[in-house]
């Protein structure tokens, strides 16, 4: 990766220990990194540690000889922003614009085209109060990115949801931020099963994890394209932060579906969701057709469901996309198919949803003890694009393969 101008803003936590660790790690993989710290930042790390650690003078104060303008140069200097770590009281003053002291100046005068990144680190309660979060979401709705919190015992002794992000994750974070794709694509990925209810505590629902989607989400941003994660509420979250919604049943996916390709422009779907073939039509007690679906079944009775069959929603993406010239990722799972039933199952897709490639995984292929999951990528003519012994090498394929299918050259006009 390129070796970036990264411009980090420690604000007054114990976590600044753990933000040192990050600085570090930038630095030995190349990037040039300047840190402004607040005043109560310095109480926690000295001005020597982090100029040690950086081989540039810190800046603290707005009005030390020559640094008269340096929260404009800086801005201009940084390919982006990090606040590391993020207090409540820092994340509450950018909220309302206060530009009085050297970390205020700088957000107000940012390159808004540029990364700003904000790990917050707090007690959980502060974490969570109205005043914090609220200002969270202000934040991000001006482009600020929020790196996730972690959960666990703060260091008052309290657990929850307040603790600084590992710093690994953060160094991953702040790298995918300012990577350099040739073309910055934007992906939706779904993943996860629908799950269909029975009754008011049943649903009919599927073995997916979302692992796969999760990963692809993460992989796709890691390279700096913008994702948008659609997963079902029970699925593993991205494995680096990226934009993400839910969905519970068929039809919550269904509206999302319609909702994003329909008022945002993407360049490829990438259709990982394990979305249920069947939904409930009616559930019979006893031979009694149940008026309401929400009541817990009596398990005394003799219950009978019957299904209806859903239809094909990887067959309506290209046709709700804004952009006519979606790239669609559909994925096709079997059974113990050889190689000729395997291309025979991945066909339908290519002539009903118009698919530019399928993942085809079995599931006898699956490592039950390493997790290793093989897939094999399929183009239009039937013929396999390339071999994926993992996870982690279908995400780069696909990496791969989206870029050169979106070059500029090959997309229709929306």
């Known amino acids: 990766m390129p070796a970036s101008n990264l411009l980090f803003v420690f604000s007054g936590s114990v976590a600044c220990f753990r933000s040192c660790d990050v600085v570090s790690q930038l630095v030995q993989q190349g990037h040039r990194v300047r840190v402004v710290a607040t005043t109560s930042a310095l109480r926690f790390v000295g001005a020597p540690t982090l100029e040690a650690l950086t081989g540039s003078p810190v800046l603290s104060d707005m009005f030390q000889p020559g640094s008269a303008l340096e929260h404009i140069n800086l801005t201009r200097w940084a390919d982006a922003v990090v606040v590391c770590p ?13 530009g009085d002291d050297f970390a205020g100046a700088l957000f107000l005068a940012h390159d808004r085209r540029k990364p700003w990144l904000m790990a917050p680190a707090m007690n959980p309660a502060m974490w969570s109060h109205p005043a914090t979060q609220a200002a969270v979401e202000k934040l991000r709705g001006w482009g600020v990115e929020f790196l996730p919190v972690g959960t666990g015992r703060t260091a008052c002794g309290e657990v929850g949801a307040g603790r600084l992000l590992d710093p690994a994750a953060i160094v ?44 692809l989400a993460g992989h796709l941003a890691d390279e700096g394209h913008e994702v948008v994660l659609l997963r079902a509420r029970s ?78 929603l990887v067959d309506t993406l290209r046709a709700r996309s804004r952009n006519r010239g979606l790239t669609v990722v559909a994925f096709k799972l079997t059974t113990g198919a050889d190689a000729a039933a395997a291309r025979a199952a ?69």
């Open 86 to 98: 993020a207090t409540a009281h820092t994340i509450n003053r950018f909220a309302a614009g206060f």
């Open 172 to 215: 991953r974070c702040v790298n995918a931020a300012v990577a350099r794709p040739a073309r910055r694509l934007r992906v939706l990925v779904t993943s996860g099963g629908t799950a269909e209810p029975v009754d008011g505590v049943r649903v009919l629902t599927n073995t997916s994890t979302g692992a796969t989607g999760a990963l």
């Open 235 to 312: 699925a593993v979250p991205a494995t680096l932060p990226v934009r993400e919604e839910t969905f519970g049943t068929f039809a919550e996916l269904d509206a999302a579906l319609a909702r994003l390709l329909g008022q945002e422009s993407f360049d490829a779907a990438l259709h990982a969701a394990a979305v249920g073939d069947f939904g409930v039509d009616a559930v019979f007690v006893d031979g009694v057709a149940r008026k309401s679906a929400s009541e817990k079944l009596d398990s005394a009775g003799e219950v009978t469901v019957r299904l209806r069959r859903r239809p094909k």
């Open 346 to 414: 991945v066909a339908p897709l290519f002539a009903r949803a118009g698919a530019d490639f399928v993942v085809h995984n079995d599931l006898a292929r699956r490592a039950a003890a390493t997790g290793a999951f093989p897939a094999d990528i399929y183009r239009p003519d039937g013929a396999v694009a390339v071999h994926c012994p993992t996870r982690t090498a279908l995400a780069a394929e696909l990496a791969h393969l989206l870029a050169s299918a979106a070059s500029p050259e090959s997309l229709s006009t929306p």
